[in-house]
């Protein structure tokens, strides 16, 4: 059974941090891109980062370059997103997600809130 778990969300102020993990199971991890998404209210859902191949070679949204960074643990099919100087911007569900072709799998979701 296929399964993508977030955790590491909740409520942070503005300048805070938060990482944020996405732990798979049920497939072969290390051959999939792995993607950050983002969906605020009633906002559609954005690519927030990617990271993908044998180097884990990343791409970022320019509103998170230089303050997310996108990382991998294959030993523990686990991708991470620390988040570093959040703002009230970054409120969103986070979501998880392994890409590879035609098959495409999503975690259900971890709330960030950026408040003070």
């Known amino acids: 059974q296929v399964q993508l778990v977030e955790s590491g969300g909740g409520l942070v102020q503005p300048g805070g941090s938060l990482r944020l993990s996405c732990a798979a199971s049920?497939?072969?991890?290390?051959?999939?891109?792995m993607y950050w998404y983002r969906q605020a209210p009633g906002k559609e859902r954005a690519l927030v980062a990617r990271i993908t191949g044998p180097d884990g070679s990343t791409i970022y949204a320019d509103s998170v370059t230089g303050r997310f960074t996108i990382s991998s643990d294959n030993a523990k099919n686990t991708v991470y997103l620390q988040m570093n100087s959040l703002k009230p911007e970054d409120t969103a569900v986070y979501y998880c997600n392994a890409y590879r072709g035609r098959v495409s799998y999503w975690g259900q979701g971890t709330q960030v809130t950026v408040s003070s």
């Open positions: 049920g497939f072969t991890f290390s051959g999939y891109a």
